[in-house]
């Protein structure tokens, strides 16, 4: 088992916040606050997930490939661009499994399960390449899902609930990537307070 080096120096905690010390930024700054509020079951759910995609986002900001691809939690293999990586592949997943779409794995494969974060080097191509794909597959999946009215529409393809699948709602799905989101939000605020210091949710 890896440990830690004793030697590595420790960052000093920061943050760019000034009015609430345990923000990542300012209330004014902060890209996830809106005056708009979500009233509708629909609107509160798609909500919750622009504002764990965007904290993804601000969590990673600027990094460079070194640090992005930093495994900063020995022994773990996870990094903040193997989040990013991995992520997208939750994002094809939801199209594969309600839309039925031709989605396979962009990273992982049954040779290398953890693909998505083995894969994360440091490496600027690398780096380009996740976020475009994130983008990409975040906006397929966004249409998607305004694409459905009803909550309740059950998925056109094969889900992974038990061994032979199961029917799964659009509204259980969304649950499942919020949730998806706002765990690895949870490992994004250890692997950048172990990178440069930076804290704040």
């Not at 916040?17 to 209330?27: F, I, K, L, S």
């Not at 904290?55 to 930093?70: F, I, S």
């Not at 996870?78 to 994002?91: C, D, K, N, P, Q």
């Not at 919020?178 to 172990?194: M, S, V």
Request: proline share 5%; net charge negative.
């Amino acid at each position: 088992m890896t440990t830690p080096d004793a030697s590595e120096p420790v960052p000093t905690r920061w943050t760019q916040a000034t009015v609430y010390r345990d923000m990542w930024v300012d209330p004014a700054d902060d890209p996830r606050e809106t005056e708009d509020e979500a009233l509708d079951e629909r609107g509160i759910l798609l909500d919750y997930l622009r504002h764990h995609r965007l904290t993804l986002e601000m969590k990673c900001a600027g990094l460079d490939a070194e640090q992005l691809a930093r495994r900063s939690v020995p022994p773990s293999t996870m990094s903040l661009l193997g989040l990013v990586r991995h992520l997208t592949e939750a994002e094809r997943h939801l199209r594969r499994v309600m839309a039925g779409d031709d989605a396979p794995k962009l990273y992982c494969t049954d040779e290398d399960r953890d693909g998505d974060f083995n894969g994360a080097i440091a490496d600027p191509a690398v780096v380009e390449d996740a976020w475009r794909q994130w983008r990409t597959e975040s906006e397929l999946a966004d249409r998607f899902v305004a694409g459905v009215p009803d909550l309740g529409t059950l998925n056109a393809g094969v889900s992974d609930l038990g061994p032979n699948g199961s029917d799964l709602s659009l509204r259980d799905m969304l649950v499942a990537h919020i949730t998806e989101y706002a765990r690895h939000c949870g490992h994004a605020d250890l692997l950048r307070e172990r990178i440069d210091g930076r804290v704040g949710q």
